[in-house]
């Protein structure tokens, strides 16, 4: 069950940018519920090469405050801990790692764009490069895995996280961001019982997630 809480004062709605038809929408859904099939070196490749495109652009104009609201949010009312380890899968160019410094204990950021690595700022935590389809960390490591904006892949997400971790799901564009999924199909797609809390922040939402 996700139980839904009140928006926060700071809710804006987003500006029309990604709507059903968005190709990243289709490629974040199979991802999320075909597995393996749908994701393969190309694919990879691909989205790699996307991104990496974009890293300038993106360093200056997506690590912002009102892309930080939901993040922040979710810290203060999403029950999770902020001790331990929390790993940031997809972190691009540190929008994440910025929301969180001073806040966590110890962070992990991975990025399968290199150029998107090398933008965000290496003080904050250390940057692996890697494929979030095969994640290069022990079984139960984290503590929490933040994800925002990012490509769910359920299986390696529950593999690292530990059994009572959190998983926090963000879009900073609600159901305008390209990389979209509603907290219900997150927990539909992971595999296993889940069950937590999901709010409205700035132009867009969190949900944190556990299993039940
Ligand atoms: C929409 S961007 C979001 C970046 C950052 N989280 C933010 O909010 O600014 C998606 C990020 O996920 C990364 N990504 C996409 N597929 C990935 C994969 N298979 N493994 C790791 N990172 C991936 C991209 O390189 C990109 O940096």
Same mark, same amino acid.
């Given at each position: ?8 004062d +700071? ?8 709507g059903? #038809?968005?190709? &990243?929408?289709?490629?974040? $859904?199979?991802?999320a519920f075909?597995?393996?099939? =749908?994701?393969d ?10 991104f ?7 360093? =200056?104009?997506?690590? #912002?405050?009102? $892309?930080? &609201?939901?993040?922040? #949010?979710? %810290?203060?009312?999403?029950g ?7 790993l940031?899968?997809g972190s ?7 929301a969180? +410094?001073?806040?966590?204990e110890?962070?992990?950021?991975c #990025?399968l =764009?290199a150029? &998107?690595?090398a933008?965000a ?9 890697? +494929? ?6 022990? @079984?139960? $490591?984290?503590?929490?895995? %933040?994800?925002?904006? &990012?490509?769910?892949?359920? @299986?390696?997400?529950? $593999?690292? %996280?530990?059994? +009572? ?6 879009n ?29 922040s700035?132009?867009?939402?969190? =949900? ?5």
């Amino acid at each position: 069950m996700i139980t839904q809480l009140p928006d926060a004062d +700071d809710v804006v709605a987003p500006e029309p940018f990604a709507g059903p #038809d968005h190709p &990243m929408r289709k490629v974040t $859904r199979q991802v999320a519920f075909d597995g393996g099939a =749908a994701w393969d070196g190309q694919r990879a490749d691909k989205v790699a090469g996307l991104f990496n495109g974009m890293a300038e652009g993106w360093s =200056a104009g997506h690590v #912002d405050e009102v $892309r930080a &609201m939901p993040v922040v #949010d979710a %810290l203060r009312r999403g029950g999770t801990q902020l001790d331990g380890e929390w790993l940031e899968i997809g972190s691009g160019t540190g929008a994440g790692a910025t929301a969180l +410094d001073g806040q966590v204990e110890q962070l992990v950021c991975c #990025d399968l =764009a290199a150029e &998107m690595l090398a933008h965000a700022p290496a003080e904050l935590a250390p940057r692996v490069h890697t +494929d979030a389809s095969r994640l290069p960390f022990a @079984d139960n $490591r984290f503590d929490a895995v %933040l994800m925002i904006n &990012m490509l769910l892949f359920p @299986d390696e997400v529950a $593999r690292v %996280l530990r059994p +009572d971790g959190h998983l926090v799901w963000v879009n900073t564009l609600g159901d305008q961001t390209p990389i979209h999924l509603p907290p219900a199909d997150v927990v539909e797609a992971l595999p296993g019982s889940w069950s937590g809390l999901t709010a409205n922040s700035g132009s867009g939402f969190w =949900a944190t997630l556990t299993r039940a």
